[in-house]
């Protein structure tokens, strides 16, 4: 009975990566004002967990604010990676780690719905077939001890590629607890993302929230 229990929320975690197979989502002009609109207007984008208070890991970008529905939050659209990736993401997301780094820039988020929203730059050349692209990340994943629950499907961005992956991975800390994560390739012309979401075995609250974030995300 516990076998078939587990069995169930796994069977859960895939179906909610299938439902991100969504229409892309419609595109933006490009521009937007580099200012954060007031504390009181919409929301302040280093609120909590300031990196370097000399330096703005984002960039306010107005065309992809999105208001608040009854299953998502209110969104505000920022600029990433000096401009490289647009999103519209949660107003009460708050930045855990950051490095721009040239080839190995990252941004970390983390939702107060119990779930981490990280975006690593790959090295991985552009030209390659996705077939190979995808082969070398896989025998990544397996190096790190992780195991593969659902591979290679097909995910939409707003301008780009996407291939979703469903990982499961023991902590070395925790031996009798499962960790999960939906990773995503995101690939442009010009570069190749990893899309690392970190939860645990429920996610049916938060599936759209993620969903949403990632399917606005314009990658250049």
Known sequence: ??????????????????????????????????????????????????????????????????????????????????????????????????????????????????????IYERLDPVAQPWGEVLKRYEEEVKKEGSTILAARLPVSGANAQARGYLLKTKLASRPDYDNFAHEILVRSPQRILLVQIVHGENVEEAIDEMGAVLTSMLVY
């Open 1 to 118: 009975m516990r076998l078939w229990r587990k069995v169930g929320r796994v069977r859960i975690l895939q179906s909610c990566l299938f439902g991100w197979v969504l229409a892309a989502a419609l595109g933006w002009g490009c521009g937007g004002s580099p200012s954060a609109p007031s504390r009181d207007e919409v929301f302040y984008l280093h609120e909590r967990g300031v990196i370097d208070g000399r330096f703005s890991w984002e960039r306010y970008y107005p065309p992809l604010d999105r208001a608040e529905t009854p299953r998502l939050p209110r969104r505000a659209g920022v600029s990433i990676f000096n401009d490289d990736v647009r999103l519209s993401r949660p107003i009460d997301w708050y930045l855990r780690t950051a490095d721009y780094t040239p080839q190995r820039r990252q941004i970390s988020y983390q939702s107060p719905r119990q779930f981490v929203f990280s």
